[in-house]
Each structure stands twice: as structure tokens, then as C-alpha cells.
């Protein structure tokens, strides 16, 4: 999937696939590589939480919102997951366990 304007799914900003590149639980961010040469995109882990997750393994797909920030890219919102790309050997997604 290509970066487009769909801007009806979460306020702004393209909708584009990747695929994580790295994500540091102890630092509590990673980077999603981009599609169609689009460079990548910084991923914060409180949007990975809104997602319900805190930890993705490298090679995971994802479809996410992205939009500018301070002229690189950030993910603004995690959409799609599929951890049946993750490249083999690593660990499995952690999800994130709500406070109760």
C-alpha cells in the first residue's frame, strides 16, 4: 500500500503500510520502515499502546496514520497489526495489560 490522503480514518495526516524496523521496550520507541520508499517513521509506544500493544518484533506489519513532525515522520496512530510477518526467531508482540 502506497501513502494517500485518507484522512477519514483518525484526523489528518496518510495512511500508509510498513514494516517495524526496530522498536526498544527500555526506550519505549522504534521506527516502522515505509512502503514504496517513503523513508521511515519514529513510533512512540504510547501510540503502540493505544493500539493495545507494548512491544512489536521487527519485521511485524503494520498499517499506521502517519503525519509531520519537525520535518521527519511520526506514526500518529497504529491501525492494522499482522505479527505473522515478525521475522523468525523473534520473540512474540506483548500486549499491553490495562490498569485495572
Known sequence: MSISGDAALGGGGS???GTVAWFDQTKQFGFVALEGGHGDAFLHMTVLK????VWLPRGTTVRV????N???QRVAEVL???TSTARPGE??????????
Open 91 to 100: 520473540n512474540e508482540a506483548i500486549l499491553h495489560k490495562p490498569n485495572t
Open 15 to 17: 495512511i500508509v503500510t
Open 80 to 82: 492494522e497489526i499482522d
Open 70 to 72: 519537525r520535518g521527519k
Open 65 to 68: 496514520r502517519v503525519e509531520p
Open 50 to 53: 493505544e493500539a493495545g500493544y
